[in-house]
């Protein structure tokens, strides 16, 4: 029998458990109660609970998963926790909605699938930008052909993160976030991008570490075929003081933009008809109820799979296309090679890392 009201964990109760998850969480209180959290700084997880009246707290996934009977776990651990929480989750019967990115490679999240069950449990991530209306009603046009076909993309993530946002020991490190900008800020408008345009087919992609003391790149740009034939630019920064979020798409017969930075509203979306378009058919095409893309968006999603024992979105091959053309660009960026998609298969040592020793990289 489906839980009416899911029983709810949250693990790590950093920064984005505090701003994101729990308002999402407050704002389904019908449908779901969040009954323990769990942190390794088992200070943090008790002063976390206290503030937010949550019953428990544990100061590691093992013993909450032993003593506490849970429908969900919400993972938001630094990025090179996520896997094997994830997979310790699904073994003890309990799905996951996890943070991005989801892990650090190809091969971890063909792991993680592994052990998900028919019916569940599953493993979903967190890609918000999908959910909110502008986003869904783009997808609903892309998939009707309203638009015509999908001939150009422009998806850039131009961010400025400082020299003190990588004060934090996890950031700015392949072993614990996995890559700089196109893992941890542009895979939030590239897995848009993908969501809406479908596979890729090739990437050809340039890296550099020009100002911050990182080991990753700082910056990134990429250019992509699509599988329709469609070419996608990518520019993944954190060194913009002018921050912008944007993704353009033109399509035979319109162009359709989004500029936020941290989420978008409805205002936030422009749809220019191509000139041989009438008005009013154009007129109907933006969204008309308006929601915000969010956690709190994704959340109902997440929790509606969950009660009909169903597969979520971004879940599966739904969260692993942005994974591997991710691995495609670091591939790309290090060979100074273009890089196919069917390339990247388990021979392949971008897989396993996203970052491959020079001896290597003969391999590649
Ligand atoms: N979706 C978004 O828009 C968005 C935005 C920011 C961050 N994030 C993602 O959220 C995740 C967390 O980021 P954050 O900024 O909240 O980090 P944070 O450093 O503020 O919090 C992480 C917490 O996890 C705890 N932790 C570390 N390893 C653990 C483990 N093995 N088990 C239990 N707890 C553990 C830490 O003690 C800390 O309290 C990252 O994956 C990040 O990429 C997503």
């Not at 996951?96 to 792991?111: I, N, R, S």
């Not at 996995?178 to 345009?197: E, N, R, T, V």
């Amino acid at each position: 029998m489906p839980p009416t009201l899911a029983r709810v964990a949250i693990l790590g109760t950093g920064n984005i458990a505090e701003v994101c998850h729990l308002p999402a969480l407050l704002a389904h209180r019908e449908q779901a109660e969040v009954v323990a959290v769990a942190d390794l700084d088992a200070d943090r997880a008790v002063a976390f609970a206290a503030t937010w009246d949550i019953p428990a707290s544990y100061g590691d996934l093992a013993t909450m998963l032993a003593a506490e009977r849970l429908d969900l776990v919400i993972v938001c651990t630094p990025p090179g926790a996520h896997r094997d929480a994830v997979v310790r989750c699904l073994d003890a019967g309990v799905w996951t909605w996890c943070e991005k990115p989801p892990t650090l490679t190809l091969a971890d999240y063909d792991q993680v699938a592994a052990h998900e069950r028919e019916g569940g449990p599953y493993a979903s991530y967190v890609f918000q930008h999908r959910f909110g209306s502008g986003a869904l009603r783009l997808r609903d046009h892309v998939r009707a052909a309203d638009l015509g076909a999908p001939l150009v993309g422009v998806c850039h993530t131009l961010w400025y993160r400082g020299d003190d946002y990588y004060a934090v020991p996890w950031r700015g490190t392949w072993e614990n976030e996995g890559g700089g900008p196109s893992m941890g800020h542009g895979i939030h408008q590239m897995d848009l991008a993908l969501a809406l345009l479908g596979d890729w087919a090739q990437v050809t992609a340039l890296n550099a570490t020009l100002a911050r003391d990182v080991e990753t790149e700082d910056v990134a740009i990429a250019s992509v075929r699509m599988e329709s034939g469609a070419l996608l630019s990518i520019v993944n920064s954190v060194l913009s003081p002018r921050e912008s979020s944007y993704l353009r798409f033109d399509f035979t017969d319109a162009t359709v933009e989004v500029e936020h930075l941290y989420g978008y509203a409805n205002a936030d979306w422009k749809w220019t008809p191509a000139p041989h378009v009438e008005p009013e058919k154009a007129a109907f095409w933006p969204a008309s109820t308006d929601v915000p893309s969010s956690h709190t968006a994704q959340l109902s999603v997440v929790l509606e799979a969950l009660r009909a024992g169903r597969r979520p979105p971004v879940s599966g091959a739904d969260g692993r296309r942005v994974l591997e053309l991710i691995a495609g660009m670091y591939q790309s960026a290090a060979t100074g090679r273009t890089v196919e998609r069917r390339e990247l298969t388990p021979d392949n040592p971008y897989y396993h890392s996203m970052h491959v020793a020079p001896q290597e990289l003969s391999r590649a």
